[in-house]
């Protein structure tokens, strides 16, 4: 997933340190990510189903990450989409969970579901596989930003092809925090 695991008590793999920390280009990009919504005064909230929390987890692992992320939604199941972030239940039975109609619900959704501090979302929905889920095939990823006093959303379609879960997932969170940034600067 782009983090080196704990070293056990006998040592661990090299390049490994103590701790879960994502590799290099996950804390820069979330680093870069942080340092614009300070500057702009902005708290974040993250609506995640595919990344199981690990946009948010990105986020907090650097030291200060409290003055911009407000909290973290993970909403892996239908239920969860519908009863925390108000995604309506038709839309996932019209368009399944992943999809770009329910990614920019979910955006939506963790704005106003989120605190009044919260002024800038992404949400992050997909297959990580090894198989397709609803029809779609694995890698299939739909990423949506939403920014507070607008109901307008951004939305990037990507296809990662079947890489296996942890590269999906990986390069789901990754493109997440640029469109997060690129959200942030716009």
Known sequence: MGYAR?????????????????????????????????????????????????????LTELAGASDVVERGFVVYSWEAKTQLLGVPWALLEAHGAVSEAVARAMALGALSAGHPRVQLTVAATGVAGP????????????????????????????????????????????????????????
């Open 131 to 186: 198989g397709p889920s609803e029809g779609k095939p694995a890698g299939t990823v739909h990423l949506a930003c939403a920014r507070g006093g607008s109901l307008e959303t951004a939305h990037r379609a990507l296809a990662y092809g079947a890489s296996g879960r942890d590269a999906v997932r990986r390069a789901a969170v990754l493109d997440a925090l640029g469109m997060l940034l690129a959200c942030a600067e716009g």
């Open 6 to 58: 704990a070293r056990g008590a006998a040592g661990g793999a090299e390049g490994t340190t103590d701790g879960m920390f994502f590799d290099d280009e996950v804390q820069a990009r979330a680093s870069e990510v942080l340092a614009a919504c300070r500057a702009r005064g902005l708290k974040v909230a993250t609506a995640e189903s595919l990344t199981g929390g690990a946009i948010a987890a990105a």
